[in-house]
């Protein structure tokens, strides 16, 4: 009887020490440290969004880089351009101003020179005339020079301005019967007349007065001369 009583004693103990040492396995498999999902899904969407931040600088670079040669290119196309000249500048710029004095058609003689001094001589006593470039119509001031020349085979300008650079230029001292003479308190011709010799001229002043013969050695005269010029 007590050697069935020690059998069943060391039964039950063999069980409890299985149970223990089933219940430590149990134990030590539960300490073991298990993955979180949630911790691998962060971590992923970590990645992700370092991914996506990533892919945006590369593409912000690419694109700043794109721009950067656009302008570059811009500039250098510019820089060509600018550096050209334009046709349709070119087209649009106008005419040099500068004239030059025009010549005379057909040659000029000494005598059509006397001539225009005799026949500007012979309209003394015309009334003036604004606009008026005939002995019938009366004379203004480069209606008579006009007149006078015309008249002597030399097609001169209508214009004072356009008469002042018609010819040659002849210095004060050296002016001759038939010269055309023109003064300006400016320094710009702004009338004139016919040299007919000894210091004296035809010309066709102001309304109220008639064409007539003045001496222009006095100082008035001489401060006031702008140019002559010779037709021939």
Same mark, same amino acid.
């Not at 993955?35 to 962060?42: H, L």
């Not at 000249?85 to 649009?92: G, K, L, R, V």
């Not at 005939?134 to 085979?153: H, K, M, R, W």
């Not at 210095?171 to 016919?194: H, I, M, R, W």
């Given at each position: ?28 498999? &539960?300490?073991?440290? &298990? ?5 691998? =899904?962060?971590? @992923? ?17 690419? =694109?700043?880089?794109? %721009? ?41 003689? $000494? ?11 012979? @309209? ?11 002995? %019938? ?17 030399? &097609? ?19 002016? @001759? ?5 023109? +003064?300006?308190? =400016?320094?710009?011709? $702004? +009338? ?11 010309? =066709? ?16 005269? &001489? ?10």
């Amino acid at each position: 009887m007590k050697k069935k009583n020690g059998v069943i004693v060391r039964v039950i103990l063999f069980l409890v020490m299985i149970a223990l040492f089933a219940g430590a396995l149990m134990i030590a498999c &539960q300490g073991e440290p &298990q993955e979180n999902p949630g911790e691998e =899904s962060s971590s @992923q969407t970590n990645s992700d969004i370092e991914s996506s931040s990533s892919s945006a600088e590369s593409s912000l670079t690419e =694109s700043s880089a794109t %721009e950067s040669s656009t302008t570059e290119s811009s500039v250098d196309q510019s820089g060509e351009e600018s550096s050209e000249p334009s046709d349709e500048s070119s087209a649009d710029q106008p005419e040099s101003s500068q004239e030059e004095s025009e010549e005379p058609s057909t040659p000029v003689t $000494a005598d059509d020179l006397e001539g225009i001094a005799k026949t500007a001589a012979e @309209q003394v006593g015309i009334p003036f005339a604004s606009g008026g470039d005939t002995p %019938e119509t009366g004379f203004d001031n480069s209606g008579l020079i006009y007149y006078a020349c015309v008249q002597n085979g030399v &097609q001169i300008p209508r214009r004072t301005s356009e008469q002042a650079e018609y010819g040659s230029e002849v210095f004060y001292t050296d002016l @001759q019967p038939g010269d055309l003479v023109f +003064f300006g308190e =400016s320094g710009q011709a $702004a +009338f004139g007349g016919v040299y007919i010799g000894n210091g004296k001229m035809i010309y =066709s002043s102001v309304p109220g007065e008639d064409v007539q013969e003045v001496d222009i050695t006095s100082n008035y005269w &001489q401060t006031n001369f702008v140019t002559g010029r010779r037709v021939g």
